[in-house]
């Protein structure tokens, strides 16, 4: 029985968009500019052979009319490989994993002002009160690593949160783990996600931090409280036709449970591989996986930190080899990304790019995909695959 896998590489884009000018980030590329501080940096050029199998190279080529530094000119390829267009608004992450999931995001979120301050004074006054605070720090928009280190020691001294945003649709809250309470951290968080619905907030972001002060650091604890999906995804089709749902990390949170029938806890990308390995090996027929690799994301791309993106995207090349001699027969696997996030862009946000699109598994014939239109593209794929309806966005590929 055929079985599908949807490896989200969390701000993996390959080069920018054609409407990246209107997000300010027209000459983004995150695989690009990194590929070329790897070949000038003298650690010798990225290297990627499992990706580059899959075709990753020839999709960045046809993304921005160039193969990235380092990268072998028309390598054999072993899988189907293209890229795709983003058709949602924005360049956050629910838009970016619903997209794929067969539902484009064609209304506009809201955002927070830059501040400070940032959030409507009603919505922080309903939260001090209601959440029995004595106040709130920061109330801008700012790097959450940054604004730890900030005000991380009033915050232990005061007992008040820490409220910040970003360019993305969010409401991002930090507290110490032990000194302010996770259990705390997380009821304050589903207030502020009701606080936060009539202002059309894609997200709230719960972040726990421990330590102390100059050396804070964020714990894998991280929780999102989004707001549902607008329709139904391929995530709802294959639970209602019986089929087993399995969301691996971030993912549980980014669909707001809607058809997830197995929430899979991961801390980082080695513990999402680890248990994706075993989902390979053991996910019944029918099923539909979906992995997000959250760390080049959160650890390297809003941290600017080019080596770290870079070794961590080897450490996952490394690994795919062991992914791909655990699949079935009927199995069929697709690597992409919700957007980008260039850590070689000014800034700390995400990159409006396109993303990569490599499908694969034993019955996959090699071939050049072209161009996708959309995300949902990927969806409407997985749908075929699993021999359900089709989705009412995209259009399959194999």
């Not at 960045?60 to 608004?89: D, H, K, L, M, Q």
């Not at 993912?251 to 080695?270: L, M």
Request: charged share 20%.
């Amino acid at each position: 029985m055929a079985r599908a896998f949807l490896l989200v590489m969390d701000s993996f884009g390959i080069g920018g968009a054609e409407d990246a000018a209107a997000y300010g980030d027209a000459g983004a590329d995150t695989l690009g500019h990194i590929a070329e501080f790897c070949a000038a940096a003298g650690r010798g050029p990225l290297r990627l052979p499992a990706l580059e199998s899959l075709g990753l190279g020839a999709a960045a080529e046809a993304s921005t009319g160039r193969w990235p530094a380092g990268f072998a000119a028309a390598p054999p390829i072993s899988a189907a490989w293209g890229y795709a267009v983003e058709r949602s608004r924005g360049k956050d992450t629910p838009s970016g994993h619903w997209e794929m999931a067969g539902l484009p995001v064609t209304f506009d979120w809201a955002y927070f002002p830059p501040g400070p301050p940032s959030f409507p004074e009603a919505l922080t006054r309903a939260l001090i009160e209601r959440g029995g605070l004595p106040g709130i720090l920061g109330d801008r928009r700012a790097s959450g690593t940054q604004i730890i280190e900030e005000l991380g020691a009033e915050h232990l001294e005061t007992g008040k949160p820490m409220l910040y945003t970003s360019a993305d649709s969010v409401l991002q809250i930090a507290a110490h783990e032990t000194a302010f309470g996770l259990d705390r951290l997380y009821a304050l968080c589903r207030l502020a996600r009701e606080l936060a619905d009539p202002y059309n907030i894609g997200r709230v972001i719960a972040r726990p931090f421990i330590g102390r002060p100059g050396a804070f650091r964020r714990t894998p604890n991280r929780r999102d409280y989004a707001v549902p999906p607008h329709g139904p995804t391929l995530l709802d089709q294959v639970a209602a036709a019986g089929g087993a749902v399995y969301g691996i990390g971030k993912i549980p949170d980014i669909f707001a449970g809607r058809g997830v029938t197995a929430a899979c806890a991961a801390s980082d990308n080695s513990a999402t591989f680890d248990r994706l390995l075993d989902l390979a090996r053991e996910a019944p027929g029918d099923a539909l996986i979906l992995a997000n690799f959250n760390d080049f994301d959160t650890l390297y791309g809003h941290r600017r930190d080019i080596a770290g993106y870079a070794a961590a995207l080897e450490a996952f090349d490394r690994r795919l080899p062991q992914f791909a001699a655990a699949l079935h027969q009927s199995d069929l696997a697709v690597i992409s990304a919700d957007h980008g996030c260039d850590p070689a862009w000014h800034g700390t946000d995400h990159t409006r790019e396109h993303v990569p699109v490599l499908a694969f598994g034993p019955g996959i014939a090699p071939r050049a995909l072209g161009r996708r239109e959309s995300f949902a593209d990927i969806g409407q794929t997985l749908a075929r695959h699993l021999g359900l309806a089709p989705l009412a966005h995209g259009a399959a590929f194999l």
